[in-house]
């Protein structure tokens, strides 16, 4: 990748304080630690951080140049970098956003945007798969699915590829929208609408209206992919006057899976019906939610004429992702679920009912962390959490965090037997629990938002063992 410096003064409005107007830039960074010789820095501000603080040591470091805010123009130091490019910008992350719209904008490239409460980045990666047996795709890498994060994939596009595959993330009002107006979809795609995020936004109404952004705002002339079980994205889908393309397995559907079967050994299965035709296809991935972004992902491939039995094989050899319900083996049968990357309550309630039907004869136990950032929200869902425990044939309950004490308390309400039930007071207490009371054939389910780090406690069942 280069960038000119009149490209992105066009894109940015900003105006050139110092330097070379003739200068390309290699690339460009916004943090200081990682800037390398020829890039240009970015000095973004957040709530935690600041990059103007940053933007000499990134001189320092031979960044080609440095774009600032005028209103922090007095902070920063460069008269001791005279070689090196300052630009002058009135909000440096709209800047990044508008530079990656410019970027986006030069190359035409296809571009398919999904977000949704859950199952986005499963759905992003099923999605790449199977249009990378067809195309060159950039896609967006890890949790780059922010402002900062989906400019800066955007700027990694280049001629070489055909489409791009971008995950837009939410926690703020507004985001999507703004996300939207910098990618510019041509393929539109909300997984489903859920009850996260409600400390920021409050209620699963202002959570629909902010991922609706993306429908709203997408090109007349594209198409959505409509899930057609939500009935939030299917009242979303109706205004959009374009292509629609709808999957599900509940409802008649475009895309539609049934007859679906969960194996012991990690693997879900189902019964494909598209165009007349049906076909079997075994995910190597645990849990009935999975065939949700595999339509997604089949929907999205008959869009962009890849045949099925093509994309069929491309999910099938599909990598899962570690901490989605990954399977660890421990000794004697005992299997582990660890499904630790993060959770709401729509995502612990799939996960239980995994759980209880993968289990066979041995026992299910569950081991919870908190779910975060569920505002005035988050004590009824974790006595709701408690109750779904108590509902599903769960053998037994390893809870932990602040919330802890309000899920057991609920789940023995609602049935379970208080010596099944455990509040654990940090990570190497609820290992010691397990320790204690698992048996042979036990399969343990452990999940909680990726702030509790329940990781660590599957890292303490495996330690145990050696």
Same mark, same amino acid.
């Given at each position: 990748m280069t960038l000119s410096i009149e490209e992105i003064l066009r894109a940015t409005g900003g105006t050139l304080l110092q330097g070379d107007p003739?200068?390309?830039?290699k690339g460009i960074s916004t943090d200081s630690r990682t @800037?390398?010789?020829g890039e240009l820095f970015f000095a973004l501000k957040?709530?935690?951080?600041?990059?103007?603080?940053?933007a000499q040591e990134a001189l320092e470091k031979k960044a080609a140049g440095v774009v600032i805010e005028e209103e922090r123009k007095g902070d920063v130091r460069w008269n001791g970098y005279r070689s090196k490019v300052v630009i002058l910008v009135k909000d440096t992350l709209r800047a990044l956003g508008d530079l990656a719209r410019e970027r986006r904008r030069r190359f035409g490239?296809?571009?398919?945007?999904?977000?949704?409460?859950? #199952?986005?980045?499963?759905?992003?990666?099923?999605?790449?798969?199977?249009?990378?047996?067809l195309f060159p795709v950039l896609k967006t890498e890890g949790n780059f699915n922010n402002l900062i994060g989906l400019p800066l994939t955007l700027l990694r596009l280049t001629e070489r590829e055909r489409v791009v595959v971008v995950e837009m993330g939410m926690n703020t009002p507004g985001e999507i929208r703004r996300l939207t107006e910098i990618a510019e979809p041509d393929v539109g795609l909300i997984t489903n609408i859920e009850r996260v995020h409600l400390e920021g936004l409050g209620s !699963?109404?202002?959570?629909?209206?902010?991922?609706?952004?993306?429908?709203?705002?997408?090109?007349?002339?594209?198409?959505?992919?409509?899930?057609?079980?939500?009935p939030g994205v299917v009242d979303l889908a109706k205004d959009f006057s374009g292509q629609k393309i709808t999957y599900g397995i509940l409802n008649p559907a475009d895309v539609r899976g049934g007859e679906i079967r969960l194996e012991r050994a990690g693997r879900t299965s189902f019964l494909l019906s598209f165009g007349g035709e049906q076909t079997r296809i075994d995910l190597p991935l645990l849990g009935r939610h999975f065939v949700y972004n595999a339509l997604a992902a089949l929907a999205t491939a008959t869009l962009f004429g890849i045949e099925i039995k093509v994309a069929k094989e491309a999910l099938e050899g599909f990598q899962p992702f570690p901490m989605r319900m990954e399977i660890c083996p421990l000794s004697d049968g005992k299997v582990v679920l660890n499904d630790a990357y993060n959770a709401n309550?729509?995502?612990?309630e799939l996960a239980l009912a995994t759980l209880a039907e993968v289990k066979g004869e041995g026992r299910g136990i569950a081991v919870l962390g908190d779910m975060l950032e569920l505002g005035a929200y988050s004590e009824e869902a974790h006595r709701e959490?408690?109750?779904?425990?108590?509902?599903?044939? !769960?053998?037994?309950? @390893?809870? !932990?965090g602040k919330e802890a004490r309000k899920v057991v308390d609920s789940a023995i309400r609602h049935g379970l037997e208080p010596d099944r039930a455990w509040v654990a007071e940090s990570h190497g207490e609820a290992v010691s629990i397990l320790q204690e009371i698992l048996r042979k054939g036990d399969w343990v389910l452990v999940k909680g938002s990726r702030g509790?780090?329940?990781?660590?406690?599957?890292? #303490?069942?495996?330690?145990?063992? @050696?």
């Open positions: 003739n200068v390309y830039f @800037v390398r010789e957040g709530v935690r951080f600041d990059g103007h603080r940053f490239t296809p571009l398919v945007a999904l977000t949704g409460s859950n #199952g986005k980045t499963t759905t992003k990666e099923m999605i790449a798969a199977c249009l990378e047996t !699963i109404e202002r959570v629909k209206e902010e991922k609706g952004a993306l429908f709203r705002l997408m090109k007349k002339d594209g198409a959505i992919l409509v899930n057609q079980d939500d309550p729509k995502s612990m959490l408690g109750r779904t425990v108590a509902s599903l044939s !769960i053998d037994g309950l @390893v809870a !932990i509790m780090e329940m990781e660590k406690i599957v890292i #303490g069942l495996k330690e145990a063992e @050696v």
